[in-house]
Nanobody, 125 residues
Framework: QVQLVESGGGLVQAGGSLRLSCAAS????????MGWFRQSPGKEREFVAA????????YYADSVKGRFTISRDNTKNTVSVQMNTLKPEDTAVYYC??????????????????WGQGTQVTVSS
């Protein structure tokens, strides 16, 4: 049974920073890519960032490029996303996911096998 548990969400003012983390268990973590997605009310879940199994390749949605940084620690089975210069439009529930997407499909939800329960990020203006 794979379990992903996110943490680090909260309320922050625009321009501030948050760091989300996701702890994985139940699978050989280092063999899989990890992704972060988000969903705000009334909208579909969307891709935020992904990182390859080795950590050597990272991918970002255009909306977060230059502001968010994804990283992983395979010794601790964790993946994190550092979010800087947050904007009100970043407000959403953030989910981590694990899977084996090819590089051109990292943004596709169906490429990920398991998902966390999500953590709320609220950015006030």
């Amino acid at each position: 049974q794979v379990q992903l548990v996110e943490s680090g969400g909260g309320l922050v003012q625009a321009g501030g920073s948050l760091r989300l983390s996701c702890a994985a268990s139940g699978r050989t973590f280092s063999r899989y890519a990890m992704g972060w997605f988000r969903q705000s009310p009334g909208k579909e879940r969307e891709f935020v960032a992904a990182i390859s199994w080795s950590g050597n390749s990272t991918y970002y949605a255009d909306s977060v490029k230059g502001r968010f940084t994804i990283s992983r620690d395979n010794t601790k089975n964790t993946v994190s996303v550092q979010m800087n210069t947050l904007k009100p439009e970043d407000t959403a529930v953030y989910y981590c996911a694990i899977g084996k997407p090819t590089p051109v499909r990292v943004q596709i939800l169906g490429e990920y096998d398991y998902w966390g329960q999500g953590t709320q990020v609220t950015v006030s203006s």
